[in-house]
């Protein structure tokens, strides 16, 4: 939902090095991901999702409040044992 100045803000202050949306449209926008959606506030609420190599989603996290989010540690704990289990040819 941010606007483009956020999104760049969020860039500098993280060095995040992937893409992060912004300018999101509920709930245009909402409805292609499957996120939920507040008409009230017109807000998409959190989702998150953790894509693989192939650009394939692995996992994906609906949350309507601050419990059920994505943790950076959490993703990357569930990424090592994908690669894991990959590794080992499972």
Same mark, same amino acid.
């Given at each position: 939902?941010?606007?483009?100045?956020?999104?760049?803000?969020?860039?500098?202050?993280?060095?995040?090095?992937?893409?992060?949306?912004?300018?999101?449209?509920?709930?245009?926008?909402?409805?292609?991901?499957?996120?939920?959606?507040?008409?009230?506030?017109?807000?998409?609420?959190?989702? &998150?999702? *953790?894509?693989?190599?192939?650009?394939?989603?692995?996992?994906?996290?609906?949350?309507?409040?601050?419990?059920?989010?994505?943790?950076?540690?959490?993703?990357?704990?569930?990424?090592?044992? *994908?690669?894991?289990?990959?590794?080992? &040819?499972?």
């Amino acid at each position: 939902m941010d606007p483009p100045d956020k999104a760049r803000e969020m860039v500098e202050r993280t060095g995040a090095r992937f893409p992060i949306g912004y300018g999101l449209k509920v709930p245009e926008d909402a409805d292609k991901v499957g996120a939920y959606w507040e008409t009230r506030r017109g807000i998409i609420h959190a989702t &998150g999702f *953790t894509l693989g190599p192939e650009r394939k989603i692995l996992q994906a996290c609906f949350a309507t409040g601050p419990i059920g989010r994505i943790e950076a540690v959490d993703a990357l704990s569930s990424i090592r044992g *994908t690669k894991r289990r990959k590794a080992q &040819g499972g």
